[in-house]
Structure formats: structure tokens, C-alpha cells
């Protein structure tokens, strides 16, 4: 079974509709990340957490926000979506102890029409 | 935000012919890490590197850490078809608890059978 999972893995919405993607996580691994993947701009930060009551800004966290429910979960929320925020979706977790290499989930191709 | 120069951008090469991609930064950094990205899936992890000078490999891919502390190189020799993929660098500078990867835009690999 995959370490880190994301749902759902594909989605198409409507501009103005709230959308919930989410993260769950086995490593047992205190940190998690969301990223946004655009063709030819890499991986973009948008939100990360260090632990369960800490919550940061990433480089373009401007109409996403997120909640870390619980250590193994971090879900990422657009609350009225936009055709720009059409990407994939990355959550990624780490441990500091480990090095903080991360690790990530498959992905979630969000289409926003 | 700070992002790292990888390059090249793209190759596109022979099968059986051997790859060199680099990244470099004007920054130090105390980690660098390796990641490739099959089309549709998450960046997986292919090598990590923690020491200034270090060369590892993993099969036919080699990495090394520069002397610098601000560069880090990786090769893949006799390239096969499912070397195909985009291969991100990212790097670590200690700082703290506080500290998060700088990503390079990745270098897309395409191989020719």
C-alpha cells in the first residue's frame, strides 16, 4: 500500500465551486506539504505543516487554504475556484529527524472549467 | 521565492547514450536530493546527499554533492527507455527547525529506443 495517498486522483469542477483535495499518510512522518505543478514552472509551495497546530504560507498560497485534521492528514481547499488553479496537485510529507526528505503522494489533476 | 538553476531545461538522446544534468545555487546548501517524476505520478526519490564532496549511486545513476556546498551534478549511464521523466534537484539548507527544500524546475529526459 502506497505511503502517501491523495483523493480524489482526478477531478474537473466549475469556476466558483469549493473544492476539498486530501493527504493521508502512514510514514508516521510530523510534516506535510502541498505543492502545485504547472508545465515548466516545477514545484510550487503552497501551504506546509510542521506538526498538528502549525500551519505556514508557501510562495502562492493566495486562494487555497488548508487543515491538518489530524498527523496523518492535511487536506488543501480552494474555496471558489478559478480556471488558473487548473494543475496537479502534490501533497508531500517529511520527518525532521529523517533528514526531512520528502515524500510524495501520486497526485490530483484538478481541471477547472 | 529562491529557486535553483538545473539545467539542461531538456535532452532529448539516444538510447544506450549516457546524461548529465547539474544544478547550482549562490547558496550553500547542507543537503541535495535527487528525484525523478514518471509522467502522471509523484517525484520519487533517487538519491539524497548529505556531504560536501559525496559521490552515491543507485544503479546506473550517480550523484555528487559539490565542494562548494552550492552545486550537485547527476549522471545516468547507458540510458534505457524508462529512464524517460523529468528529473528535479532540490536542496536543504539548514536553518533551524524552519527549514524547507528549494526546488530547481527540473530537467524533462526524453529517450529514443
Known amino acids: 500500500d502506497a505511503d502517501v495517498t491523495q483523493t480524489p486522483r482526478n477531478r474537473i469542477t466549475k469556476t466558483g465551486k469549493r473544492i476539498m483535495l486530501e493527504c493521508s499518510q502512514t510514514?508516521?512522518?510530523?510534516?506535510m506539504y502541498w505543492y502545485r505543478q504547472d508545465p515548466g514552472l516545477g514545484l510550487r509551495l503552497i501551504y506546509y505543516s510542521f506538526d498538528v497546530k502549525d500551519i505556514n504560507k508557501g510562495e502562492i498560497s493566495d486562494g487555497y487554504s488548508v487543515s491538518r485534521q489530524a498527523q496523518a492528514k492535511f487536506s488543501l481547499s480552494l474555496e471558489s475556484a478559478i480556471p488558473n488553479q487548473t494543475a496537479l496537485y502534490f501533497c508531500?510529507?517529511?520527518?525532521?529527524?529523517?533528514?526531512?526528505?520528502?515524500?510524495f503522494g501520486p497526485g490530483t489533476r484538478l481541471t477547472v472549467l | 521565492g529562491q529557486q535553483l538553476n538545473q539545467n539542461p531545461q531538456s535532452m532529448f538522446i539516444q538510447e544506450g547514450e549516457d546524461v548529465s544534468m547539474n544544478c547550482t545555487s549562490s547558496?550553500?546548501?547542507?543537503?541535495w536530493l535527487w528525484y525523478k517524476q514518471d509522467p502522471g505520478e509523484g517525484p520519487v526519490l533517487l538519491i539524497a546527499?548529505?556531504?560536501a564532496g559525496e559521490l552515491t549511486s543507485n544503479g546506473r545513476l550517480t550523484a555528487q554533492f559539490g565542494i562548494t556546498r552550492k552545486d550537485s551534478f547527476l549522471n545516468i549511464s547507458a540510458s534505457i527507455p524508462s529512464d524517460v521523466g523529468i528529473y528535479f534537484c532540490a536542496g536543504l539548507a539548514n536553518a533551524g527547525n524552519n527549514r524547507k527544500l528549494i526546488w530547481g524546475l527540473g530537467t524533462s529526459l526524453a529517450v529514443n529506443p
Open positions: 546527499l548529505y556531504k
Open positions: 510514514k508516521g512522518h510530523d510534516r
Open positions: 547558496s550553500i546548501f547542507n543537503t
Open positions: 508531500a510529507t517529511s520527518d525532521f529527524t529523517g533528514g526531512d526528505t520528502q515524500y
